[in-house]
């Protein structure tokens, strides 16, 4: 009895590996300035919601963004995904888009929607989504504004 069970769990250990559900988070650091400032609003509208944000040469942040997937872990590969794959999207949709820019004049995303940092995070889910081969994989996107300051989105 104890052998058999021994061959089932030995034969069965990939794939109760393969059920496994794993998350897994990769950092990114970006520098980037912005203005919050919605066009819907009056300037004395903008600068009462916004206060000092609203500043007109704008203001900059050194964002700290965590993307998270989760998925069931491959029994060949072991990985949910491979980490260089997702470093290679996170650059496409994070760095090369946002790094070292000023949000509301060089992302065209931001020409009508106010930069606040819950819009970066849905661009940045949005972005993701269009370069994961498996979109459901993406389970957060988490952006430090500021040591206080932290957005979370699950794509709700």
Known sequence: MDRKMNEEEHSNHGSKQARRT???SRVEKISACHRLHSNHLSDEENKKIYGKCNNPNGHGHNY??????KGKVDPVTGMVINITDLKEYMKKAIMDTLDHKNIDLD???FKDIVSTTENVATYIWDQMTQLLPDPSLLYEVKIHETDKNIVFYRGE
């Open 22 to 24: 794993v998350y897994l």
């Open 64 to 69: 700290t963004v965590t993307v998270t997937l």
């Open 107 to 109: 992302v065209d995303y």
